[in-house]
């Protein structure tokens, strides 16, 4: 578990420096924001953070270890082409954002505290794309998950204030379950290096490796701890509500770069071979592309028909990880993040376009409005965006009647952009004048969606271009859409416009009733009266600690408790003897 | 004379030089303090590079080696504990300074503090290094008197009752302990560790003997169901006096159970007293947590967060035994409950000291009143944020690291229940921390008085002993390394 | 050495003052006979051959646990008021107690009757005497071979007094330690505390003197001129000293600190606590002289209690 | 079997232990019970002292002497401090014992 060896300096990591620097960068410049001086516009640091992650993807370095012993348990961080790949993604979307909370945040509530755990959050979300060894993996998977709380909350509205707590509860909760997971894992391998982690959990049964039971269940925590961040259903709940909570530049970042740790953890450590796993997998991903498009198109909050989108997007990436993982096809876990990389500018591009919808008018809100429509295109698959490329890249993972459901989850995908883009529409302008610092990332994160897929193609599809000239490609891409505008248009049309009206469906659907049965499962057990004062609450809940208390009040006269220590020495001679 | 004998006479000597001076000179405390502590400071540094360097340092006392004399031992797990206590004590009696400064008249409280916390830091550095039973019994009593005194040195009517609770365990575990060893040297005629670990098992009386021990040690450790003392007497104290009390007083008795059942008897624990030993741990916890989480005093929060956090270093004794014998993670789960004991030494003291602090802003330590602290107290709320975070295990600090270790030995173990147990531990005291958090960075009320300013460079100590609590998990690679020096087999091959 | 009738009936005499003392219902009776079981148990001492131990239980252990209790009994007494009310019945913690207590003691005996050969450290103290300064070996042990013991035990009495003056109030603070003793002139105490003093300083220094090479040493020694100070102040020849007193407190720490000061200086001459075989003797007989002065001071404080504000009449 | 004195004394001294135990956790009042726990004290010397008297031609072992005459005076420190708080605590508290066990007062205290 520990190298022996040690460097001249103290600390020093072995190895290329410039990964670790990468990570340690944005601390300090979270640090910084506690510094009277520049404690007052912190919030100008922000666009600095992700600048060293985002020259190391730009540099795409040969694939190469660092390694420092002294910290944690020992740190390894390598840079694979898919881990650049979405490290330079999620660098770009950080920056993005950060340019754009510049202008956006004129007076945030907590200026320090929201750039210190951005900062933090950020090296998190960084560091699962890096790490090589499962404890560095799962601090910056708690890194990226709990300290993304202070930027859910940071509004301090009631609402902000639910959404948080929904979140950091879920959070702490998939948080435990990996723990789990990972040490059944560490345990049975006896190493911390995450191939091995990988390794063990199919390897047969037999001396000196996990019980097939044990295997199942590291599996069934590690799908559920990453799952939650990446909205797998049910698990999604907390992205409807977290979304729209948190401030514009902060939503984009959870809805581009931060469910993509889910990502990343289920295509680092769910290992090749397991075929159950794999389908399971396959099946909730396609139940919920579909399933979380329906929900979305009830929504009228803007955040949060983007939230059921990111929702859908996810769960065709978890379907194709899955499908590789069915098929022990290396390719296809590449596809899955090429996908991924794809829809995180396009998410961030499309959130962070949210506030610049009430900045605009005249010809740049048409303008902005036919970028929105095209990006929607591209997530949708509209052959010659980039979107078009990653839907052919994870395609060749499927067959029949899942193909089909792949190809025609971009009904769905247009619909629900569609909503995105008609409530978009509607929004009204506050100021004419959107800041360059808004617009900016904007144009550049809807580039990057579009451009960027062709720049890579050769890196994750051996396949040449030319194959997506195709005419079956074209169909595929194009019937989809036309689809989804038939429908809308349909829908949209003056005899039945404003007459359709979906269920009025909550954000996070499932959340709120699943509040309130918790809430009333602990009142039926603590016999409270439903209406209950806010202030007492807290205390009414915890009545079903009455029994410990009784027992502590039991115990405290001296009688008992010096009876007791004299008991325990006899028990303690007897289970000895 | 050397390095090493040098080193030990300033660790064992300083504390209890500068307690002889405080308790002549009544007005200088503070200033005697501080030159207590650079000294202290300067033979824990010196031991510690020795031991890193040489490896584990034994000295006879007086040049009489073992049965005839003492022997004193400084290994890793001693090195590790006297480094944690100096920095604890440090930041405490930096904090102490202020309310318990000399003035120009003296002052009762402000009188007795000094000698007795530094005599409390004497005994600490005394027991961690001895390796002789009947010296760690004398070092354990000072350890107890003085703690003792320290629970009640506020003077009022609950203080002196929960110092007498207190005092009534603390005398019977130290007449059972005084009677394990009676028994120990009467069978084999020594108290030297090293010795007994040779001779322990060949008498029939040994089990007496080592119940008695034990009983005794878990009474004075606060192992449920003995730790009913405990709360009221460590939220009664006066803050710098708590943060010595749980932070580093249950640590001491603990060691001694550390040792006695890892190198002098460990061929005699059977696996039944293991896993009572580890229910018992258990039960604490959750019982622990669920009382934190149903206080209304920030101090009384903390202090039943003592009786869980104490709960779960005895898992160490299930996880390092029962069937897999010889099993290397038994390694892991000793280096994880040593991780756990210094790193919640830290994270404790420290959340005592910011309740201290709160207390001197507001006044008092009811939660509702702590509303939107977190405007007049930046520093003081991180520190207890971060020290939070030790206590609930969450990366990247030392509780975290605790936790990792005995986890991963707990399922290489075949026993999934101890992790899971800590699992749930660390939910709960997320629960039970959650809420002074949260009201913390609550905006506070219209109508709440204006809290009284405290001095940032006062903020600054439990800042730091948060801050060093989550440093032993980032860089825990050094640490685990060095507490392996001089670790005993019975760490590695597991106990029976 | 085989029981006598004598050893038989001491047993019995003892057991029965520690059952009176444990389980009497009068509180003040159970002093007195606790005082009565110390002697006995000195006496035990004595059969076995401990003369150090006899003296050090009959000096400590009865006479000032003893007046502490007495003393401790009288100020509850005047504070507590009535006596707490009876209970009519046996509660089963009682019984379930008894029970655990029987099995206890049932289990220490299984482990006396069961103990290995004998295996004591007579031997090696016999050896080391000669290069330990002193010719009595429990003087040895206690200063020398074990002196790190000692050295902490004189510190344990120190704490016990730091406790104790944290008991003032704060209103009192500085003031005399312990209640005013209004004792008539004349009286028997009086004539007592004029006799006393100068025998019991002579047998005091004398215990401390002789310690080195006969039973007796600066424990035994010390309670004895403690004694004779606590009996000069309570009748009234001298008045308690203030706790803030330059003088009280420098003759407190003297002895610890001058042992603390020898411990340290033996690193120079090899490791911690060393005292050279050539010096042993003398430096073990002015450890013992300041220690004695020390202890003294310490266990009359601990006798006289915090200082206590001026009663009201 | 011929009885040592060793063994009886050493017999002894586990019975004081356990009259000591008992007497220490029953008594409600405080003083009785740091009474008691002196009881136990010389209950544990005894045993240690007995055992170490065995050895017929060594004779009495100091080693445990010694320990004994530091035990009794860490006794004693223990006592003083435990009967300075009970007249400290009844002081404010009016009653010698503590409140929790303080409802019915000591049954062995004045039964008819």
């Known amino acids: ?577 | ?496 | ?313 | 079997m011929v009885l040592s004195a060793s063994l009886l004394y050493g017999l002894c001294g586990a019975a004081l232990i356990g009259l000591g135990l008992y007497g220490f956790v029953v008594h409600r009042r405080l003083i009785r019970r740091v009474l008691a726990f002196n009881v136990i004290g010389s209950g544990i010397f005894l045993l240690f002292g007995a055992a170490a008297y065995r050895d017929p031609v060594a004779g009495s072992d100091p080693v445990p002497q010694a320990m004994i005459i530091t035990g009794i005076v860490v006794a004693l420190s223990a006592t003083a401090l435990a009967l300075a708080l009970i007249v400290a605590h009844a002081r404010l508290a009016r009653s010698d014992a503590l409140p929790e066990d303080d409802r019915s007062g000591d049954p062995d205290e004045g039964r008819p």
Not at chain 1, 79 to 84: E, I, N, S
Not at chain 1, 131 to 157: E, I, K, P, R
Not at chain 1, 482 to 498: E, H, K, R, T
Not at chain 3, 127 to 153: H, I, K, M, Q
């Open chain 3, 1 to 313: 050495m085989i029981a006598s009738i004598f050893d038989l009936t001491l047993c019995l005499v003892i057991l029965a003052a520690a059952g009176a003392a444990t389980l009497g219902r009068d509180a003040f009776m159970a002093v007195v006979f606790y005082i009565v079981y110390g002697i006995l148990i000195a006496m035990a001492w004595l059969r076995l051959g401990a003369i150090d131990v006899a003296l050090a239980e009959a000096a400590i252990g009865a006479g000032l646990t003893g007046v502490l209790l007495l003393a401790a009994l009288a100020r509850v007494a005047r504070k507590a008021g009535k006596e707490p009310a009876s209970a009519a019945s046996v509660p089963a913690t009682t019984i379930a107690t008894a029970l655990a207590a029987l099995v206890i003691t049932i289990g220490i005996a299984y482990a006396f009757l069961t103990l290995p050969e004998p295996q004591g450290l007579q031997g090696h103290v016999a050896e080391n005497l000669a290069a330990s300064g002193a010719e009595n070996p429990v003087t040895a042990v206690l200063l020398n071979f074990r002196g790190w013991d000692t050295l902490l035990e004189s510190i344990v009495l120190l704490a016990a007094l730091l406790g104790i003056w944290t008991l003032a109030q704060d209103e009192a603070w500085g003031g005399r330690a312990g209640l005013r003793h209004v004792t008539r002139p004349g009286s028997v105490l009086a004539q007592f505390g004029r006799i006393l003093p100068p025998i019991g300083l002579l047998v005091g220094v004398y215990l401390v003197w002789a310690g080195s090479k006969q039973p007796g040493g600066a424990f035994q020694g010390g309670t004895v001129l403690a004694a004779v100070w606590i009996v000069t102040i309570m009748a009234g020849l001298m008045q308690a000293p203030r706790v803030a007193d330059r003088a009280l407190r420098a003759a407190l720490v003297i002895g610890p600190v001058i042992f603390l000061a020898l411990a340290v200086a033996g690193i120079f001459a090899g490791a911690f606590l060393v005292l050279p075989p050539a010096h042993a003797g003398w430096l073990i007989l002015a450890v013992e002289a300041v220690l004695t002065l020390s202890i003294a001071a310490t266990l009359a404080m601990l006798v006289f209690g915090p200082p206590e504000p001026e009663e009201k009449r």
């Open chain 1, 1 to 577: 578990m520990m190298t022996p060896e040690t460097a001249v300096i103290p600390f020093w990591p072995q190895g290329p420096v410039w990964p670790m620097l990468v990570l340690i960068w944005p601390l300090l410049i979270g640090a910084l924001a506690g510094v009277p001086g520049l404690r007052e516009k912190p919030i100008r640091l922000l666009p600095l953070a992700p600048l060293p992650a985002l020259l190391l993807a730009l540099a795409r370095p040969a694939d190469a270890t660092t390694q420092a012993p002294d910290v944690l348990l020992g740190v390894i961080l390598t840079t694979d082409t898919l881990g650049l790949t979405l490290l330079g993604m999620t660098a770009a979307i950080w920056l993005a954002a950060g340019l754009y909370a510049i202008a956006y945040m004129k007076a945030p509530r907590k200026p320090a505290v929201f750039t210190g755990f951005w900062c933090l959050t950020l090296t998190g979300n960084l560091g699962v794309f890096l790490a090589a060894d499962a404890v560095t993996f799962y601090v910056s998977f708690a890194a990226v998950s709990l300290a993304a709380y202070f930027l859910v909350v940071h509004d301090g509205t009631p609402k902000a204030l639910r959404a948080a707590r929904i979140y950091i509860a879920l959070a702490i909760f998939g948080e435990a379950m990996l723990l789990i997971g990972f040490v059944i894992a560490i345990a049975g391998s006896d190493s911390l290096a995450i191939a091995d982690l990988r390794a063990t959990l199919t390897a047969p049964a037999g001396e000196g490796t996990l019980h097939p039971a044990a295997q199942g269940l590291a599996i069934a925590l590690i799908i559920i701890g990453f799952g939650l961040k990446a909205g797998l259903m049910p698990l999604h709940l907390w992205l409807p509500l977290a979304h729209p909570a948190a401030p514009t530049p902060a939503s984009a970042v959870l809805s581009g770069a931060i469910v993509k740790a889910g990502i990343i953890g289920l295509i680092r450590f769910l290992p090749e071979g397991a075929v159950d796993t794999g389908v399971l997998l396959m099946v909730i991903g396609l139940a919920s592309a579909y399933i979380a498009v329906l929900l979305g198109l009830t929504q009228s909050n803007l955040k949060a028909v983007l939230a059921y989108s990111t929702v859908s997007q996810m769960g065709l990436v978890i379907a194709v990880i899955g499908a590789g993982i069915a098929a022990s096809d290396p390719q296809a876990l590449l596809a899955a993040g090429y996908y991924a990389m794809h829809h995180g500018f396009a998410k961030a591009a499309l959130f962070l376009s949210v506030g610049l919808l009430a900045v605009t008018r005249g010809g740049a809100r048409i303008a902005l409005l036919a970028g929105i429509a095209l990006l929607g295109a591209s997530v949708a698959g509209l052959p010659g965006t980039g979107g078009a490329l990653a839907k052919a890249a994870v395609k060749p993972a499927f067959d029949g009647f899942a193909l089909m459901l792949v190809t025609a989850s971009g009904i769905g995908t247009s619909l629900i952009l569609l909503r995105y883009l008609v409530l978009g529409a509607r929004v009204e302008t506050q100021a004419p004048h959107p800041p360059a610092l808004m617009a900016g990332p904007v144009i550049a994160m809807g580039l990057c969606a579009l451009i960027l897929p062709w720049i890579l193609w050769s890196v994750f599809d051996p396949r040449p271009l030319g194959y997506l000239a195709g005419v079956g490609a074209l169909i595929d891409g194009i019937w989809p859409i036309l689809v989804a505008l038939l429908i809308a248009g349909i829908a949209l049309s003056p005899p039945l416009a404003g007459r359709i009206r979906g269920p009025a469906i909550p954000e996070g659907d499932i959340a709120a009733p699943l509040e309130r049965g918790a809430i009333r499962l602990i009142r039926a057990v603590t016999e409270m009266e439903p209406p209950v004062p806010q202030a007492h609450e807290w205390r009414r809940v915890l009545r079903v600690i009455a029994p410990a208390e009784a027992l502590e009040r039991r115990l405290l006269p001296w009688r008992v408790s010096g009876l007791v220590i004299l008991a325990l020495i006899i028990v303690v001679a007897l289970a000895s003897a």
């Open chain 2, 1 to 496: 004379m050397t390095a090493s004998a040098l080193a030990l006479a300033l660790i064992l000597t300083a504390p209890l030089f500068g307690a002889l001076a405080a308790m002549l000179m009544g007005r200088r405390g503070p200033a005697i303090a501080l030159a207590t502590i650079i000294a202290t400071a300067a033979g824990t540094l010196i031991l510690l590079v020795i031991i890193a360097t040489e490896g584990a340092v034994h000295l006879a006392i007086g040049g009489w080696e073992a049965p005839l004399g003492i022997q004193l031992r400084a290994d890793g797990l001693a090195g590790g504990f006297i480094a944690t206590t100096a920095l604890v004590m440090g930041a405490i009696l930096a904090v102490a300074a202020k309310p318990f400064a000399g003035g120009k008249t003296e002052r009762r409280s402000a009188y007795t503090f000094w000698p007795l916390a530094l005599l409390l830091w004497g005994a600490l550095n005394a027991i961690f290094l001895s390796g002789d039973l009947f010296n760690l019994y004398v070092g354990l009593e000072l350890l107890t008197l003085v703690a003792v005194a320290l629970v009640g040195i506020e003077g009022k009517r609950e203080t002196l009752a929960a110092a007498l609770r207190y005092m009534m365990f603390a005398l019977m575990g130290s007449l059972l302990y005084l009677l394990g060893a009676a028994l120990l040297y009467a069978a084999h005629g020594t108290l030297d560790i090293a010795l007994l670990a040779e001779r322990v098992g060949s008498a029939p009386g040994d089990i007496v003997a080592a119940a008695a021990i034990t009983g005794g040690l878990a009474a004075k450790t606060a192992l449920f169901p003995f730790h009913a003392w405990l709360p009221p007497a460590h939220s009664g104290a006066p803050a710098p006096a708590s943060a010595m009390l749980s932070g580093l007083v249950p640590k001491a008795s603990f060691y001694i159970l550390l040792r006695f059942w890892f190198e002098a008897a460990p061929d005699l624990a059977g696996s039944g007293v293991l896993m009572l030993l580890g229910g018992l741990g258990a039960f604490a916890m959750v019982y622990g947590s669920l009382l934190a989480l149903h206080q209304d005093r920030l101090k009384l929060i903390i202090a039943y967060s003592t009786v869980a956090q104490l709960g779960y270093l005895f898992f160490i004794f299930p996880l390092a035994g029962g069937e897999s014998a010889a099993q290397p993670w038994a390694a892991g789960a000793w280096s994880g409950a040593i991780f756990h004991a210094l790193s919640h030494a830290m994270a404790k003291a420290s959340m005592f000291l910011c309740a201290g602090l709160i207390i001197e802003a507001i006044g008092h330590d009811r939660l509702p009143g702590m509303k939107g602290i977190v405007r007049a107290l930046p520093m003081t709320v991180f520190a207890f944020a971060l020290a939070a975070i030790t206590l609930m295990g969450l990366p990247p600090s030392g509780g975290f690291t605790a936790k990792y270790l005995m986890m991963t030995a707990s399922f290489a173990a075949g026993q999934p229940f101890w992790a899971l147990m800590l699992i749930l531990a660390g939910l709960l005291a997320a629960a039970y921390l959650y809420r002074p958090l949260a009201l913390a960075f609550a905006l506070p009320d219209e109508d709440a008085p204006a809290p009284k300013a405290v001095s940032r460079a006062r903020q600054f100590a439990p800042l730091a002993l948060a801050l060093a609590a989550i440093l032993l998990g980032i860089l825990s690679a050094a640490p685990f390394a060095f507490i392996q020096i001089g670790r005993p087999g019975a760490a590695v091959e597991g106990l029976e």
